[in-house]
């Protein structure tokens, strides 16, 4: 694993929490969950892991957020534009990695409301992408591809160039032939509508 965790240093993580949580009614960023917060869980996960640097993406709630991550060592960047949906969260996101860690040859894009993410599955996306040199690294789950993703730099240019709301996926569906998989049935779940948080609750 020493060789991995070396490659490793060159791989960030983007955990995108900027949405207003329409369907939740509160911000599910800060819901309970693991012993601490969903997104604080999600950041566990990846301080666990062989990657580095960390950027969290705030904005709809960042102020009452804020309170509950920024003695973590992660980097917090705002997303003013919050409201023009997730594309907009993936731009702040990899623009601060390429400006701030231009060392950085991947980035590892994934959410705070899926609440079975694991500090192993962020390590095999990294593990994957080392072993197979392939510049897309995606979760399986159902039938679909999606995140945790693994994107190399040379695509970091269409990520920041997303718009109207999309999300990675558009770029994991563009270069379909470019894409290793990894299975995280798991990762189907996210947590959206208080009904989904009180499934949660019972299932854990």
């Not at 911000?27 to 693991?34: A, I």
């Not at 599955?121 to 392939?134: G, P």
Request: some cysteine.
């Amino acid at each position: 694993m020493k060789v991995v965790e070396e490659y490793n240093q060159n791989i960030g993580i983007v955990i995108l929490a900027a949405g207003a949580s329409t369907r939740m009614g509160t911000p599910k960023q800060l819901l309970p969950y693991q012993e601490c917060t969903l997104l604080r869980h999600t950041i566990e996960v990846a301080k666990s892991s062989v990657c580095r640097p960390i950027v969290v993406i705030l904005g709809a709630y960042a102020q009452l957020i804020k309170p509950d991550i920024s003695h973590l060592s992660i980097q917090i960047v705002e997303n003013l534009q919050w409201a023009k949906g997730m594309s907009s969260s993936i731009k702040v996101g990899i623009q601060e990695l390429t400006t701030s860690y231009p060392e950085v040859k991947a980035a590892i894009v994934t959410l705070c409301d899926q609440p079975f993410i694991s500090t192993e599955i962020i390590n095999q996306l990294a593990l994957t992408h080392y072993s197979t040199n392939q510049p897309i690294i995606a979760c399986e789950y159902g039938e679909a591809l999606g995140v945790p993703a693994l994107f190399s730099d040379r695509l970091f240019s269409e990520l920041i160039t997303l718009k109207n709301g999309e999300g990675a996926k558009q770029v994991i569906k563009k270069h379909s032939q470019e894409v290793f998989s990894i299975s995280f049935p798991e990762g189907a779940m996210d947590i959206d509508t208080p009904k989904e948080y009180a499934e949660l609750l019972v299932m854990t």
